[in-house]
């Protein structure tokens, strides 16, 4: 599945961005989606997860409460809606979906889980 991820741009501390995954072409309904971020000098870590159903999801510590993950089938699109965006969010945030459908990973935090990735949009936040 090939995937877009779009959104992104630059905001002050505290301010709000909704990014979009997108499928052009195919249909995500049946995938979990993973949302991920790579600051500059870190490693890819992982930010939220939605399941196929699109009923469970999962949030990494620093970003429980101020994120929000959910999926459109609808639209065809898995948002990540960042609210009380702090300057330590500033990456480049990547969605990526696993090969399998209606599937449940053992791990929706593990990025091995995925294997088609999104081009990644950035996010800056100023301070």
């Known amino acids: 599945v090939q995937l877009q991820a779009s959104g992104g741009g630059l905001v002050q501390t505290g301010d709000s961005l909704r990014l979009s995954c997108t499928a052009p072409?195919?249909?995500?309904?049946?995938?979990?989606v993973g949302w991920f971020r790579r600051a500059p000098g870190n490693e890819r870590e992982f930010v939220a997860a939605v399941s196929w159903t699109g009923r469970y999801t999962e949030y990494a510590d620093s970003v429980k409460g101020r994120f929000t993950i959910s999926k459109d089938t609808g639209k065809n699109t898995v948002y990540l809606q960042m609210d009380s965006l702090k300057p330590e969010d500033t990456a480049v945030y990547y969605c990526?979906?696993?090969?399998?459908?209606?599937?449940?990973?053992?791990?929706?935090?593990?990025?091995?889980?995925?294997?088609?990735w999104g081009q990644g949009t950035q996010v800056t936040v100023s301070s």
């Open positions: 990526a979906t696993p090969r399998e459908r209606n599937w449940t990973p053992t791990s929706y935090s593990r990025s091995s889980t995925y294997v088609d």
């Open positions: 072409g195919r249909t995500l309904s049946p995938y979990a």
